[in-house]
Structure formats: C-alpha cells, structure tokens
C-alpha cells in the first residue's frame, strides 16, 4: 500500500502571467487557475500520478467548484489543542490500518456568522511545522468524497496560518485503493457546505 495524505504541493506563488505586455504578477483566481491546470497536466502525464494508468489518457481534468475567494482565511494561529480528545492516537485509514498521527492544535476561523474549529495534525517524520487539516463538511458522501477532502498547510513567515478552501484536494484512494489515506476524525465534520477546492464529478440524474 502507499501512504498517501499529501500527493502534491500548494506553491503557486512563483509562476508569473506572460500574456499581457507588463507581465504583471497572477491575481489570486488565475494564480488558483494556473495550479489546477498543472495539477491536471501532472495526473495525466506523470509516472507518479494517482490515476491508474490505463486510465490516464481518457483523463481530461478534476472536477471542481468555482473559485470562492471568501473561502479563503487568512492570518489564522494555531491555537493549543483542549479537546477531550488525546494528543497522541491512531488515525484511521481507508485500508483498514492505524497510523500514528498528533493533534497539533486547532485554527479558528468565522464563516457563515459563526466561529468554526478545525483541528490540525502531524505524523512522524512530516516536516516540523506544517500541518494537515483533513474535513468534512456537508458535501461529503454527495458532492465530495465521502471520507473528507485534505487541506496541507505551511506557516506563513510571520507563523500564521492560510486555510485556503478553494486548495481542498481529494486523497488519492479516490483514484486507486492501492493508497492508503488518513480518513477524516469526526471532530473535523464542519455542519456546513463547502463549496470551494476539489469535488466529484456532477452525476447526470
């Protein structure tokens, strides 16, 4: 089995717009455009992509929400865990196993008139300061995978937090079983909808 919670990386700060004369920077939609079109190019085209092979030529791009940048929270701290809940447990995952994993706090964020919680967790051997934030939220099992969608968060360089919504990705088991994903605690169920980042493709009925 792979191991999979973060198969790719959320950096689309550095591509710049080359088809207006002043190449100007990419604004926030077309910098969110520009990294799904690669995303997309690296699943139909990469040896490490989670799409079965023999699928990949008939792939032709994720399906996803429209942009939302209210979706976006900015400037969040990572606050000390004080759930019930232990610091230290064993996670889940669509394969039937345990991984080790840790509560590393909890970020706080306002959405639809209310004060939202999501908690953030580490595993062993995962770089020091990020964190992955995986959720559920009123799409799920419908819209979205039913075992939550992943967000991977690194701390900005005044150690704040960005949760980015519109970057919500599906864990590869989606694409193969032969991964094995974290599935989401129930702690991380938003009572929301969260229309924003990666969904299942829309059914016809």
């Known amino acids: 089995m792979t191991d999979d919670h973060a198969h790719h990386d959320h950096d689309h700060d550095e591509h710049e717009h080359h088809h207006h004369h002043e190449h100007r920077p990419l604004d926030y939609a077309e910098a969110i455009e520009a990294f799904r079109a690669e995303k997309d190019a690296y699943f139909k085209n990469s040896q490490g992509s989670p799409i079965p092979e023999a699928e990949r030529e008939a792939f032709s791009g994720l399906p996803y929400y429209p942009i939302d940048p209210s979706r976006r929270f900015e400037g969040l701290v990572l606050e000390a865990y004080a759930g019930s809940e232990p610091s230290n447990f064993q996670i ?10 840790h509560r590393a706090g909890i970020l706080g964020f306002e959405l639809e008139g209310e004060r939202r919680v999501l908690t953030a967790y580490t595993f062993d051997g995962g770089a020091a300061e990020s964190v992955f934030v995986p959720f559920l939220d009123a799409t799920s099992g419908k819209e979205t995978y039913g075992a939550g969608r992943y967000l ?5 360089d005044d150690g704040t937090y960005t949760l980015d919504f519109n970057l919500a990705y599906h864990p590869s088991c989606v694409y193969d079983m032969k991964y094995s994903c974290p599935l989401t605690p129930a702690e991380n169920r938003l009572s929301i909808r969260i229309e924003a980042g990666e969904r299942l493709a829309p059914t016809s009925d």
């Open 92 to 101: 889940p995952t669509s394969d039937g196993r345990l991984r080790p994993a």
């Open 152 to 156: 991977d968060l690194d701390p900005e």
